[in-house]
């Protein structure tokens, strides 16, 4: 077929646009997604590459799920809080607040008097039910929010004490020294990497002193001849103390040694403790505040908490996650080996009868993104040749796999029980992908 017959055999874009199947899709997506997808169709056609009659169908094929470009994946990699793949997955309750929040809705309005009325007070309210040491909180966009109006509102012109072991990076380049000091406050180190001391901190205290601030390490551990001062000894100095878990976990929790924790820390008498909403809290991603009242009132009276403060989205998801049942973070950091090694020769089974070579493996999982850095999680995983990692992120639904010694593991921690006949779905199309694996 010569260019010019196979140009007039591409359907004209207002036919294709007029099939029933792809005006639903102009109402789920829009016009400029789905005429994008026409006229890649098209494009198709005119180079031979399908049929003219095909046209619809591979239009229908390519449409994105939603009109947004982020694309859900299995975590198989087991790390439960993976920084790239959006850290802690909501609970079933986060979403469902979203959806019921996303219209109009009454954050700031007072339905009994009809006047205004505090913002986003359910999930503060839900906060200090769980922290019951906490006089007061308020929540930002996140934890580098949350020490930046803290160091702000409490700090700006004058000194903060923070020790050269807690001077950290978080990741992606964000050090928390370089945002201190981003905001007019003046960082004065105490003690040395290794060591420091409750002297150091005495010694150091003067007119300028405005906090002592105690930053959680969370993604490193140092061993050896060490000494760092707790936040009870920081308490009695007279000065300020505001303490940064990180982590955001709220209470103290048994499976995770060694993890400060926000009710523990207020208790031991810190004046105010930040934390993240996301990480082990498992909720979306903000930065919760929490302390004295007085602290908190200052915070809350900074023009810079209004650049800062979080959308209803995130008030709603924050509050299930608060109230609700235990969320998928949590659910992964307590998976049962057992359970875990069961799912996976199950897999394995049914994979080796797709002609896959699948092995039960066992795999130790992480917590990831920046917490409890040390802390092994025994589990199992369905072991692959190498070359299905690539392959999988290919496939619908992706999946992102953890390669290690040569090997592809499906590390089933973070995968949803619900999800498995979906994994094996992928790795079979990944397979036919595989080179040499049919
Ligand atoms: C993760 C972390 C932060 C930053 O929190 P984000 O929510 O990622 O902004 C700050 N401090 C510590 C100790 C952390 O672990």
Sequence with gaps: MSGRDSERAVPRADTV???ARVQAAVGRLGDRIVKGAVHAAQARVHNGEIAAGGVVDEV??????TAASLRPVLNATGVVLHTNLGRAPLSAAALEAIAASAGYVDVEYDLATGRRAARGRGAVVALLDAVPSAEDAIVVNNGAAALALVATALASGREILISRGELVEIGDGFRIPELLEATGAQLREIGTTNRTRRDDYATAIGERTAIILKVHPSNFAIRGFTASVPVRSLAELGVPVVADVGSGLLSADPGLPGEPDVESWLREGAHVVTSSGDKLLGGPQAGLIFGRAEF???LRRHPLYRALRVDKLTLAALEATVRGPAPPVRRALAADPAELRRRAAVLSDELRGYGVSAQVVPSDGLVGGG???ELRLPGWAVALPMGY?????????????????ARCLLDLRCVPAAD????VAAVVAAHSLVPGSC
């Design 296 to 298: 908190i009132a200052r």
């Design 389 to 405: 990692a690539a392959a999988l992120r290919s496939v619908e639904p992706p999946v992102a796999a953890r390669v290690e010694d």
């Design 17 to 19: 646009l007029s099939d």
């Design 420 to 423: 498995d006949a979906s994994l």
């Design 371 to 373: 917490g409890a850095p």
């Design 60 to 65: 229908l094929r390519t449409l994105p799920a």
